[in-house]
Every structure is written in structure tokens, then in C-alpha cells.
């Protein structure tokens, strides 16, 4: 069965320095997989997607991403956070078939310190 | 274009009380879906929908019911809701599976639900 796994819950980091969120994922194939940023009270919004191609997706908001099928990864980076920053990310897997169902991760919760 | 909405924003209800979350689209999406986000465990789907007229149970459906009577419309109902079923509910549309847009999905804001 497919399944995403965020390992850290909660990550600080300081205004400026750089960001890694880490996301493993398990699927048979070759996976459609997404990062969605969610605001304080606020709906998900997409940051990024692989599709195909080029392991290395860029998105919005200076986010990028790198699908890296030996290790089942699909790791978002950032080289300098901002305030605005803050928020949950959430990694997703798509599920395969014909209803376009995703897989969730538990989601990390992003602090960013002055 | 508003993309996806849902009313309410927030509701409380009573153990036992009924309601029915609306959930509109304007994108044309053929699919849709309703989810749950509970603290520590992402999202979750409770049931979605491939077009007008169909809807397919996902991962908790239990206690929730569903229907898709338009295409632009979602609605996800509680016949007797419970405190288990406090959470924020989402609701997503997208696009069927063709092309690169596939597998997106988009969201609505949200309603925050406690049942007391």
C-alpha cells in the first residue's frame, strides 16, 4: 500500500539559513508527488509537483524539491527561509488509479525564529 | 473565479445533531473530495467523488454520508454527529487523470467543526 512518511514533526530554523523538510514515500511505480503548504487557518496550497522528467522540481516561493527514486525520497529544500515561512508542510503521494486520490504525510510544522 | 469554497467556516453542534457542509467548485473539475485533519495525523479522505451522481467511500467514512447531485457541488452530511468527528474538513477538487495538471488537487479553506 502506498504511504508517506514525514519524519520530524516540528522544525525551527532561523530567518535566513536554510531549509530541508524531509518526506520517504512507498509506491509500487513511479509516483506523482506533491508539497502543500498550509497557513495558520487557512486551506493548502500547492507548492510543487513531480510529474516526470527532471528530478529536480522547482515551485513556488523559492521551493524546490528532488525526487530520488534509490531512496524513496522526495525532499524539499529552501536556501533561505523568510518569517513568512512559517507554516505546515505536507507531503503527498498520488495513489495511483483512475480518482486521483493522494496519501498524506502527517505533516512538518515550520518555526521560523527571528 | 473563486476556486473552491465551503460554507460554513465553523459550526459547533450538540452530540446527535445533524448538519451538511457544502463544498462549490468553478474550475470544472470532474473530481472531488472531502477530508479530515486531525492534529498528528494529516489528511485523511472520507469519501470523494469522480463525477455527478457517483461517490466511492476512502480511508474513515464511517458516520459521514455524501452526494454530488451537480458537478460544482459537493456535500458531505452527519446524520448524528459524534466528538470523535471534531476536526477541520477540507475539501479538494481536481481535474480527471489526463495530462500534467493530473493528480492536483485544490482546496477550500475549511470548516472547523466541534461537536460538544
Known amino acids: 500500500a502506498q504511504s508517506v512518511t514525514q519524519p520530524d514533526i516540528h522544525i525551527t530554523v532561523s530567518e535566513g539559513a536554510s531549509l530541508e523538510l524531509r518526506c520517504n514515500y512507498s509506491y509500487g511505480a513511479t509516483p506523482y508527488l506533491f508539497w502543500y503548504v498550509q497557513s495558520p487557518g487557512q486551506g493548502l496550497q500547492l507548492l510543487l509537483k513531480y510529474f516526470s522528467g527532471d528530478t529536480l522540481v522547482q515551485g513556488i516561493k523559492g521551493f524546490e524539491a528532488e525526487f530520488k527514486r534509490s531512496q524513496s525520497s522526495f525532499n524539499l529544500r529552501k536556501p533561505s527561509v523568510h518569517w513568512s515561512d512559517a507554516a505546515e508542510y505536507f507531503c503527498a503521494v498520488g495513489a495511483g488509479g483512475a480518482t486521483n486520490k493522494l496519501i498524506f504525510g502527517t505533516g512538518t510544522l515550520l518555526a521560523v525564529q527571528p | 473565479n473563486a476556486g473552491v469554497t465551503q460554507t460554513p467556516k465553523f459550526r459547533v453542534l450538540k452530540t446527535g445533531q445533524s448538519m451538511t457542509l457544502l463544498c462549490a467548485q468553478d474550475?470544472?473539475?470532474?473530481?472531488m473530495y472531502w477530508y479530515r485533519q486531525d492534529p498528528g495525523m494529516g489528511l485523511r479522505l472520507i469519501h470523494y467523488?469522480?463525477?455527478?451522481?457517483?461517490?466511492a467511500k476512502g480511508e474513515v467514512p464511517d458516520g459521514y454520508n455524501v452526494s454530488r447531485l451537480k458537478k460544482q457541488n459537493f456535500l458531505l452530511g452527519l446524520e448524528s454527529a459524534a466528538p470523535s468527528q471534531t476536526s477541520v474538513y477540507f475539501c479538494a477538487s481536481s481535474y480527471s487523470r489526463q495530462g500534467r495538471d493530473a493528480d492536483t488537487q485544490y482546496f477550500g479553506p475549511g470548516t472547523r467543526l466541534t461537536v460538544l
Open positions: 467523488s469522480v463525477g455527478e451522481g457517483t461517490t
Open positions: 474550475m470544472n473539475h470532474e473530481y
